[in-house]
Structures are given as C-alpha cells and as structure tokens.
C-alpha cells in the first residue's frame, strides 16, 4: 500500500488531531492539493512538461528550490525505472518521497523531554513580528493542562512592552513570572528565573529573548552569555532552544533562521500564523535546509490554537484532495 493509500485510509475517521490540521493548514491544503490534483487532470499521461510542472507547484509552495529539484529528481528516476506514466501514481510517488525525505534528515521530535531531576528550561528565539511572546503563552498553557509546572522569564528587556505582555499572559494563565528592570541586561534575568525555578520545583521554565534583528556577533554574544548563566545554576540548560518563524514570510523567514542557527543552538523551529500562509512548503525546506524539526504550528489567537506538528497529518491536508 502506497503511503497515500495508507494515509486516507488511516484519516478515513475524523478526530480532532485531523481536524487541527485542518484548520490550521486550509490554505496550503486548497493551495497546494488542488493543484496537484488540477495538474493530474489535465494529464493522461506524464511527460517532461508535467514534470516541470509539479516542479513549479512545490516551489510556489516555498518548499526551497533545493528540496524541490532533489525530490523532482528523485520521482522521475523511480517513474523511468518502474515505467509508470500515470498522474496519480506520480503524485503519490511524489508524497512517498516528501514524507520520507523529512523523515531522513535528523530529529523529528516534537514535544518537550523533560528532565528526570530539576526544571527543564526551553529557551524561545526569533526576531520581532512573529507571534514569539503570544506563542510562548500558547506552549505555557499546552503544559499547564498537561499537569506541569510552569514559570515563565521575561529576558527581552530592551522591547517595549515585552515584559508586560508577558505578564499579562502569566496573570492569565495564573503562573509565575520572573522579570528585570527596563533595559537591565538579559542574562542577569535568565539567571535570576532558572534560580527561582530550582527553588520552587519548577517542571518547565520558558524563557522568552529579544527579538530585534542584530548583527551576528551581537546576537551570538547575547545568547551565548543567556545560555552560560542558566548552564551555571542548572546543568544542561537551556536543554531546548526554539526558534518561531513567521510562516508567511517564506523564504524571508528562511534567512532571518539561518541568522539565529549560526548565533546558538536551536533544536527545533515553531511555525506561527500557519493559518495565514497558503505556502506550507516551508515546513520541508526548513528540514531539508537546516535539518530543524518543526515542532509546533500555531494557527489563530486562541490561546490552545497550537498543535505539535504532526507529519503524517502535514501530508494527509496534502494530498486530500489528490
């Protein structure tokens, strides 16, 4: 059984993880399916003008131009050698290839491991605009319901506003917050929120970071000293770095990464406004690009609209009208 085989009939039944993806993906799913599905249709048989075609639908997508070319490639080696000219058949070929091709490259853990012993501090990075402190509150309340303990930093010191919206989220969420004075030095409050957590029994400490575009150096010196403060109180930590990107930026939002990649350690990407991006390709080029899991998406202001990525269900809002 091919995988889009499996995949419809494993999502034949709806259920609420389906339905999440559902709605946080309805514009990639209309964009990217229906026109998988309208090529297939106007196609008997596969030819190289069909595969220039496909080739043009995953790139509009913002799947990279790497990744497409590589898994373009791929799909036409297998038709040649397996003879098979049939639309349908490539596209399913072609969804074999995207999960697989994902799947490959490294890690594809989504949620938090926490920590047997002691507060596990996950630290969340990404340049200003792109939902970072609203997504931090959706992650809180995520673990809150999940029975953990949640204490929330507020290490971007220099935005105006930062610490507040922050707090707000934390009196909503009914949860501690540890802050600093304005424009008091980031590091020093990352310190003072992982001592705080040791002494009251924390699960997971979140800690949020400023978000304005620096130069390289800055930024990994800012980190960098963030991260040897919190290692010295708590060893390991942080023990995750997240970086939140702007679906709807593209391929922008690829460059602004590679900026934090080479400034500290991310091991693992959030996706925010998913709903507002009929360009869900990004999830693969950041993969295929920089080998990063994408472990959450978020998709509308509601505080729970927030669901890990799942990439079996990615692929099924792909190919369910194909």
Request: overall charge neutral.
């Amino acid at each position: 059984m091919g995988l889009i085989a499996f995949l419809k009939e494993k999502f034949a039944k709806k259920d609420k993880k389906v339905d999440k993806y559902q709605e946080g993906l309805a514009k990639s799913r209309k964009n990217f399916s229906s026109k998988l599905n309208s090529l297939s249709e106007r196609y008997k048989t596969v030819n190289q003008d069909y595969f220039d075609e496909l080739e043009q639908i995953l790139i509009e997508s913002d799947a990279g131009i790497q990744f497409t070319l590589n898994v373009i490639e791929e799909v036409l080696n297998q038709s040649k050698k397996e003879h098979i000219t049939e639309p349908k058949k490539i596209n399913e070929i072609l969804v074999d290839k995207m999960f697989v091709g994902y799947a490959e490259k490294g890690d594809i853990q989504n949620d938090v491991v926490f920590k047997k012993d002691g507060p596990t501090v996950l630290l969340v990075v990404g340049v200003n605009g792109v939902g970072k402190t609203t997504t931090i509150a959706k992650l809180a309340y995520r673990y809150i319901n999940q029975g953990k303990k949640v204490l929330l930093v507020a290490a971007d010191t220099f935005r105006a506003g930062a610490v507040e919206q922050l707090t707000t989220w934390a009196e909503r969420l009914k949860i501690g917050i540890v802050t600093g004075k304005p424009e008091s030095d980031p590091a020093s409050v990352a310190f003072d929120g992982v001592k705080k957590a040791k002494e009251d029994n924390i699960d997971l400490v979140i800690v949020d970071t400023a978000g304005r575009l620096q130069t390289k150096n800055n930024l990994m010196l800012e980190l960098g000293k963030i991260k040897r403060v919190m290692g010295k109180e708590i060893e390991g930590a942080p023990h995750e770095v997240w970086l939140t990107i702007d679906a709807t930026t593209g391929q922008n939002g690829l460059s602004q990464a590679s900026q934090f990649i080479e400034a500290t350690n991310i091991t693992g990407v959030i996706l925010t406004k998913m709903d507002g991006t009929s360009k869900g390709g990004i999830v693969l080029a950041i993969k295929d690009q920089f080998g990063l899991p994408v472990r959450f998406i978020t998709y509308g202001e509601d505080i729970d609209s927030i669901t890990e990525f799942w990439l079996e269900g990615y692929l099924q809002t792909v190919i369910e009208e194909a």
